[in-house]
């Protein structure tokens, strides 16, 4: 018995020359380079249809997205965080879960949302596609997005939106790769710091190797006879690139950092999070009752919920955690 063959992507000929070379390219050239990778996958999306503005997000924690990489008419726009709302595209596409057109509602989930890029022109076209994941059990989890803007009405037909969508999905392949190779490496014998843990040492020393590679190419450039304007120009070109390369890395980095606080913090009902944020201060149960205003069995019964949720066998223990949440 044959496996069944995967349904053709329905788009035409010239986009799919397109995206067959994006596949080869992508696989040989961008394993790691996540910075190249988002900025060729910019280009592919042009080649198929007007693209002004372009980025990438990922969401972090329970409320947060950051954006390592994104372009407005040309331009790199600096990568950033942002807190999400309950209108804005991010909670539009965790509701949904598929593609988001500005067609659908005329642009108002992305009124809603923050906004990107050149703040004084409003995109007259755009196309949001989510990036999932594998997750526990089976079920796909949504984890970034790619996402097209166009200052031109009706710039994004069908044709265009199965493109980028299959791009996300060539993105999402990519980086759950990279994901599921570094957890394997993680489970080496390798003392107490996994490959993929986000410390101090492996900040300071990132920073330390892109600083010295900043200064070569500045140092190329003072090198470089005083008439030799395009050459000198071409170095400051590869400064901006590479700065522009950074940027986005250490964004990306944040997304290493341990989201355990925020996840346990998260877990708690409102009641047991007022209870929570007080251990900080040492109070004892008396005292948390009183500043409440609620029973001492009350407070003893959220305590007891509290360590069950975080697995942890004291006040204290929870107490540190909390910190470590308060401090993101």
Do not use: C
Not at 80 to 92: K, L, S, V
Not at 112 to 140: C, E, K, L, Y
Not at 234 to 263: C, F
Request: aromatic content about 8%.
């Amino acid at each position: 018995m044959t496996a069944d063959r995967p349904v053709p992507l329905r788009v035409d000929a010239e986009t799919a020359i397109i995206l067959r070379e994006a596949y080869h390219k992508i696989q040989s050239l961008y394993r790691g380079d996540h910075y190249g990778l988002y900025d060729y996958v910019r280009a592919v999306a042009g080649k198929i249809a007007r693209v002004d503005t372009f980025y990438v997000g990922f969401l972090h924690g329970a409320n947060r997205v950051r954006y390592p990489y994104g372009y407005d008419s040309g331009q790199y726009i600096d990568p950033d965080t942002h807190t999400f709302g309950p209108n804005g595209q991010t909670a539009w596409l965790l509701k949904h879960r598929q593609t988001y057109r500005l067609a659908y509602d005329n642009g108002a989930v992305l009124r809603s949302g923050v906004p990107i890029g050149d703040t004084t022109r409003a995109s007259a076209d755009a196309v949001t596609v989510p990036i999932f994941r594998s997750g526990d059990g089976g079920a796909d989890r949504l984890f970034g997005m790619l996402s097209m803007h166009s200052y031109q009405p009706n710039s994004y037909d069908d044709n265009a939106v199965r493109a980028f969508e299959w791009l996300a999905g060539l993105v999402a392949r990519v980086l759950t790769r990279e994901g599921e190779d570094l957890e394997a490496l993680r489970r080496l014998p390798a003392g107490d710091e996994g490959p993929n843990l986000l410390t101090s040492d492996r900040v300071m020393e990132y920073l330390g190797h892109q600083i010295a590679s900043l200064r070569a190419i500045a140092i190329e450039a003072m090198d470089e006879p005083e008439a030799a304007g395009a050459a000198i120009q071409g170095h400051l070109g590869r400064l901006v690139r590479a700065t522009e390369q950074i940027q986005s890395e250490l964004v990306e980095m944040m997304l290493d950092t341990d989201e355990g606080p925020e996840r346990r913090y998260a877990s708690l009902t409102r009641a047991q999070q007022g209870v929570a944020v007080l251990l900080v201060d040492d109070l004892d149960n008396d005292q948390l009752a009183a500043e409440l205003g609620i029973s001492l069995n009350t407070v003893k019964t959220h305590l007891s919920a509290i360590l069950k949720k975080y697995g942890m066998v004291n006040r204290a223990q929870v107490a540190d955690d909390i910190r470590k949440y308060l401090a993101r």
